[in-house]
DNA sequence: AAAGGCATTTGATCTACATCAAAAAGTTAT
DNA sequence: ATAACTTTTTGATGTAGATCAAATGCCTTT
């Protein structure tokens, strides 16, 4: 177990040693190249993904046969589908590697057996995701309903400084749900 | 304390007796008229409401002075700013009822001592956040992200059916980031 | 270096929805 | 009932950003 995952869970919230030792020997590491699928639309997820190195995109597939991006997530980052993780249904989203990744995975078993076993754990997953998703998706809903085209491109360029380097301007134009076209001018300054 | 509020407490996740006396007896019960707020932008959320009757907006006032709504909640939800409440800072938004109200208050402190004190508070802390947060505000992105003006007043509809009767066709627009006019002809049938 | 395959840019139109303005309908107070 | 609001509707016009189409630039592979 790399130092820096320990770190990391340790950041969330404080564990106890003999707990964060039980939680991270369930963890699988894995080593896969771009393009490959964590997870794929229709399948139930039972995983939380740590992000060690690297970047996926979560995306769904719309009525016309065009994939739609709804998040990216990168290095030092939790990555679920939750909704899919929380009912065990089928997802909607795919989520998909955009770079060679180093990710830690996180049975599902292992979270909902942790949860019932140690208190300590209960307040650690509170803690994550408070700090991992709710801060995360509240931004998502404000930009989304307040900010225009310009505005959502700024805002994500602030927030995610390396993501204009990293991906693709037809992927991020769908996360930001502007069309390439008008993305591309954007970026040129009109 | 009404047994209606208890028995919406205990369908989240089955406290024991104890712990939900603990928990229930720290409610304020709150009788309020309309128009009052629950909260005000720039003060820092102290509570979780328990809607038992009634009509709660959220709004923020933009730069140009134009308040827009970003929720609504009605009896038998939950209600607070998460965003504040979580880290305790100065809230961006307004709680305000559109109806006269019978709401519980439960206080920020209650939720962190127990938390604490009890595993099984815990457990039923993480159920409400995932029952009550997380579904509805992914559906919320996902309305924002690929629904038109059309589509979304539809989605919301279906949703909570008697938010067209109880709410202003002015404060649905700006909920659904639609301006009055067009909603009006959407409602009209073009 | 040439050829093929993507990703990005540029230009010309089109459209969903906003904005502005005013009329009509509904509500509340005198 | 009448006046004075407030909310909703209707009509005319404006615009951000989509869509369509083609050109350009950029990697690969040979």
Redesign the interface.
Request: net charge neutral; glycine share 4%; hydrophobic share 35%.
């Given at each position: 177990m790399d130092t820096d995952v320990t770190e990391f869970i340790q950041g969330v919230w404080e564990l106890p040693k003999e707990v964060l030792e039980e939680f991270c020997k369930s963890f699988q590491l894995l080593d896969i190249p771009k393009d490959y699928f964590l997870l794929r639309e229709g399948k139930v997820c039972k995983h939380i993904w740590v992000i060690h190195r690297g970047l996926v995109r979560h995306f769904y597939t719309?009525e016309k046969g065009k994939e739609?991006n709804?998040w990216f997530s990168a290095e030092y980052s939790f990555t679920s589908n939750?909704?899919s993780l929380?009912n065990q249904n089928a997802s909607r989203e795919s989520i998909q590697l955009l770079e060679d990744s180093i990710i830690y995975a996180i049975p599902q078993a292992t979270i909902t057996a942790l949860?019932?076993k140690?208190?300590s754990f209960?307040?650690w997953?509170?803690k994550m995701?408070?700090s991992f998703?709710?801060?995360q998706?509240?931004q998502?809903?404000d930009e989304?309903?307040?900010l225009n085209a310009t505005e959502r491109y700024h805002n994500l360029l602030e927030r995610a400084p390396t993501f204009s380097r990293r991906i693709s301007l037809g992927n991020i134009s769908s996360y930001l749900?502007i069309s390439q076209e008008t993305l591309s001018r954007i970026r040129s300054g009109k």
């Amino acid at each position: 177990m790399d130092t820096d995952v320990t770190e990391f869970i340790q950041g969330v919230w404080e564990l106890p040693k003999e707990v964060l030792e039980e939680f991270c020997k369930s963890f699988q590491l894995l080593d896969i190249p771009k393009d490959y699928f964590l997870l794929r639309e229709g399948k139930v997820c039972k995983h939380i993904w740590v992000i060690h190195r690297g970047l996926v995109r979560h995306f769904y597939t719309d009525e016309k046969g065009k994939e739609r991006n709804t998040w990216f997530s990168a290095e030092y980052s939790f990555t679920s589908n939750v909704i899919s993780l929380l009912n065990q249904n089928a997802s909607r989203e795919s989520i998909q590697l955009l770079e060679d990744s180093i990710i830690y995975a996180i049975p599902q078993a292992t979270i909902t057996a942790l949860q019932q076993k140690h208190h300590s754990f209960c307040r650690w997953y509170i803690k994550m995701l408070e700090s991992f998703y709710f801060a995360q998706i509240d931004q998502r809903v404000d930009e989304l309903q307040f900010l225009n085209a310009t505005e959502r491109y700024h805002n994500l360029l602030e927030r995610a400084p390396t993501f204009s380097r990293r991906i693709s301007l037809g992927n991020i134009s769908s996360y930001l749900n502007i069309s390439q076209e008008t993305l591309s001018r954007i970026r040129s300054g009109k």
